[in-house]
């Protein structure tokens, strides 16, 4: 509940405990009919003591393209957080872009948000609405992406946007690198080559050369990151069907190069 968690602890601050407490019972009870998020906007239809569910709206605010377009350089400068997001993950500190755009992802002030309940309880927020906010959490728990949907940008459009920046910035690194010089290979081979047939028993140790290598083995900070950036394969008839089996596998691999690295391969 990390997402619902801190979005109620948001709204704390500018509503009435009281009521909004009201409003996590109301959920709980299922009274919530239907959710409906979009740019800036929620709807719902929400079950009270009559027979016809009253209707609510929940206007917050969203950012400008300039608040945009801040956030997401932030959030292209920082290689963990595109990173994630790219792999369809959700930083837990991902506020900290938001923070450096002097901006930020959750409403701040009581007029960042503003509500409708067709209910005749005038009183801000009426249960019905603090419902709404309740299930809002839970809603973002399962896709913490609608966050920014509702605060005017979509998954897709945030991603492409975040694709573009990090390609444009690894782009303007690889012109600023060195160019990167191959050595001639040598003209001959040395005589001192014992042929192969003298060291088959050993053909496959590491070499005296080798010995100052550093491979470090670690857990990969997104499980199976590149299926995820890859997204869905165009030939998958079923959800799950070709990326599920990679998924173990590539996780069944990482789990067995660790055992490797710590010397604890199980027999």
Request: proline share 7%; with cysteine; glycine share 6%.
């Amino acid at each position: 509940s990390w997402w619902a968690d801190k979005w109620i602890a948001a709204l704390e601050p500018l509503l009435d405990s009281g009521r909004l407490s009201r409003g996590r019972s109301y959920a709980r009870k299922g009274q919530v009919l239907d959710l409906d998020i979009g740019p800036g906007v929620v709807t719902s239809r929400v079950q009270g003591s009559r027979a016809r569910p009253y209707k609510v709206k929940i206007a917050v605010k969203t950012l400008t393209d300039a608040e945009w377009s801040e956030v997401i350089e932030a959030l292209a400068g920082q290689a963990i957080f595109a990173a994630k997001l790219l792999a369809g993950e959700m930083p837990p500190d991902v506020e900290t872009a938001f923070w450096a755009a002097h901006v930020s992802l959750f409403p701040t002030r009581s007029d960042d948000l503003h509500t409708d309940c067709s209910c005749p309880d005038y009183a801000n927020p009426c249960k019905h609405v603090a419902a709404v906010y309740f299930l809002l959490g839970e809603r973002f728990d399962q896709d913490p992406f609608l966050i920014f949907h509702l605060r005017g940008k979509d998954k897709d459009q945030l991603l492409a946007e975040l694709h573009r920046r990090r390609g444009v910035a690894d782009l303007a690194l690889a012109e600023d690198s060195p160019a990167y010089e191959v050595a001639p290979a040598p003209e001959s081979l040395p005589e001192s080559i014992e042929p192969l047939e003298a060291v088959l028993d050993r053909f496959w140790d590491m070499g005296d050369g080798l010995d100052g290598f550093s491979a470090p083995v670690v857990r990969p900070a997104v499980e199976a990151g590149l299926l995820k950036r890859l997204g869905k394969p165009p030939f998958e008839r079923k959800p799950g069907e070709i990326t599920d089996p990679l998924a173990a596998a590539y996780q069944s691999v990482s789990d067995h190069a660790l055992l490797l690295a710590l010397g604890e391969e199980s027999s």
